[in-house]
């Protein structure tokens, strides 16, 4: 199902009655219905128990998440290249070539 | 060091996941889903709960293989890939024991008003965690690295091994809320197709974030190495 569709069929949906299932200190939550909505965007956003508020908070925080990873790539290569630059080439995290075949004669 | 072209391909990788993960994102919220009593809106939590475990159980799959090469070639820097690996499936692991446990707050035990009530496949996982958590402890008590990175290999690999039975084989025999136990199934028959859809791609798409992250930590750490000698995050 391609999104759209799936946007449509959440606008087709009714509108749940929950009058009856108010509690006391409750506004009745009566869903988009009773809502005024005036632009496409809020509609929207309005719709379904306002699930897509939900949804854009999970997005805006996924950004921030994305932005953090990112800032974080740039600043260790930068840091790798200082390094290279900086440190000569000898690797110590090459295995070890007589330790290990010492260890295969016991 | 990584090379250019393998800083090249992290790159490329790291994109796609962010704009793959970002679509599975809308789509888990976007797309309707059956409406299922109890259930109702947390069943979505199907896209986002289920992919850590499979990301976890992948994330311990790349570490116990490295820590099999670091008892084969004595290799340190497949130590430090081991590590990280380890380090980021825990992440995960946490991340779906504690969304789980929110998510069973109120759907198994919205009457209840309980977060925590020994459900086996619950307890199993997070002894899974402290079997993970004593392969840190354990790293600490070694430090001549060469000692270290062997003796940390050999228990991860006992780790890994227990990771089937603990999250999958001993789960299903054992009555649990959880789906997948016995009389309830896990997935196959009563999941809507429309959920596959999405479900499938959040799989590839946080195994991807995993790759992303543990890379992401290895080239960290091999940094560290090169200025003080200790590979250790």
Same mark, same amino acid.
């Given at each position: 199902?391609?999104?759209?569709?799936?946007?449509?069929?959440?606008?087709?949906?009714?509108?749940?009655?929950?009058?009856?299932?108010?509690?006391?200190?409750?506004?009745?939550?009566?869903?988009?219905?009773?809502?005024?909505?005036?632009?496409?965007?809020?509609?929207?956003?309005?719709?379904?128990?306002? %699930?897509?508020?939900?949804?854009?908070?999970? %997005?805006?925080?996924?950004?921030? %998440?994305?932005?953090?990873? %990112?800032?974080?790539?740039?600043?260790?290569?930068?840091?790798?290249?200082?390094?290279?630059?900086?440190?000569?080439?000898?690797?110590?995290?090459?295995?070890?070539?007589?330790?290990?075949?010492?260890?295969?004669?016991? | 060091?990584?090379?250019?072209?393998?800083?090249?391909?992290?790159?490329?990788?790291?994109?796609?996941? =962010?704009?793959?993960?970002?679509?599975?994102?809308?789509?888990?919220?976007?797309?309707?889903?059956?409406?299922?009593?109890?259930?109702?809106?947390?069943?979505?939590?199907?896209?986002?709960?289920?992919?850590?475990?499979?990301?976890?159980?992948?994330?311990?799959?790349?570490?116990?293989?490295?820590?099999?090469?670091?008892?084969?070639?004595?290799? +340190?820097?497949?130590? =430090?890939?081991?590590?990280?690996?380890?380090?980021?499936?825990?992440?995960?692991? =946490? +991340?779906?024991?504690?969304?789980?446990?929110?998510?069973?707050?109120?759907?198994?035990?919205?009457?209840?008003?309980?977060?925590?009530?020994?459900?086996?496949?619950?307890?199993?996982?997070?002894?899974?965690?402290?079997?993970?958590?004593?392969?840190?402890?354990?790293?600490?008590?070694?430090?001549?690295?060469?000692?270290?990175?062997?003796?940390?290999?050999?228990?991860?690999?006992?780790?890994?091994?227990?990771?089937?039975?603990?999250?999958?084989?001993?789960?299903?025999?054992?009555?649990?809320?959880?789906?997948?136990?016995?009389?309830?199934?896990?997935?196959?028959?009563?999941?809507?197709?429309?959920?596959?859809?999405?479900?499938?791609?959040?799989?590839?798409?946080?195994?991807?974030?995993?790759?992303? +992250?543990?890379?992401?930590?290895?080239?960290?750490?091999?940094?560290?190495?090169?200025?003080?000698?200790?590979?250790?995050?």
């Amino acid at each position: 199902m391609n999104l759209p569709t799936g946007i449509a069929m959440y606008l087709l949906q009714e509108a749940p009655d929950r009058a009856a299932e108010a509690a006391p200190y409750d506004s009745i939550w009566t869903d988009a219905g009773s809502n005024a909505a005036s632009g496409a965007f809020e509609q929207v956003m309005l719709s379904n128990d306002k %699930l897509f508020v939900v949804l854009g908070v999970v %997005l805006i925080i996924w950004i921030g %998440l994305i932005v953090l990873l %990112l800032r974080t790539d740039r600043r260790l290569a930068s840091l790798e290249r200082t390094v290279e630059e900086n440190i000569p080439e000898e690797d110590p995290l090459a295995p070890p070539t007589e330790t290990s075949s010492d260890r295969t004669t016991p | 060091m990584y090379t250019e072209r393998q800083k090249k391909r992290y790159r490329l990788i790291r994109n796609v996941v =962010i704009v793959w993960l970002t679509v599975v994102l809308v789509a888990g919220f976007m797309v309707a889903i059956p409406r299922i009593s109890i259930l109702e809106h947390t069943a979505r939590n199907l896209y986002f709960h289920v992919p850590m475990w499979f990301t976890m159980m992948a994330a311990t799959l790349v570490s116990a293989w490295h820590s099999i090469g670091v008892l084969r070639t004595d290799s +340190l820097i497949r130590d =430090i890939r081991a590590l990280q690996a380890a380090r980021v499936a825990v992440v995960f692991g =946490i +991340l779906g024991l504690t969304t789980g446990m929110l998510w069973a707050r109120f759907t198994w035990y919205v009457e209840a008003d309980i977060w925590w009530n020994f459900d086996p496949r619950q307890t199993l996982a997070a002894l899974q965690l402290l079997i993970y958590g004593a392969y840190f402890v354990l790293r600490t008590a070694v430090d001549e690295p060469l000692r270290r990175a062997r003796v940390a290999a050999v228990y991860n690999i006992f780790a890994a091994v227990t990771v089937p039975f603990l999250l999958y084989v001993l789960p299903r025999q054992q009555e649990s809320l959880h789906p997948g136990a016995d009389g309830n199934p896990a997935f196959s028959e009563i999941t809507d197709p429309v959920m596959r859809l999405i479900f499938y791609p959040a799989i590839i798409g946080f195994i991807g974030l995993f790759w992303v +992250l543990y890379t992401q930590r290895v080239r960290t750490a091999i940094v560290k190495h090169r200025l003080t000698s200790d590979p250790e995050l």
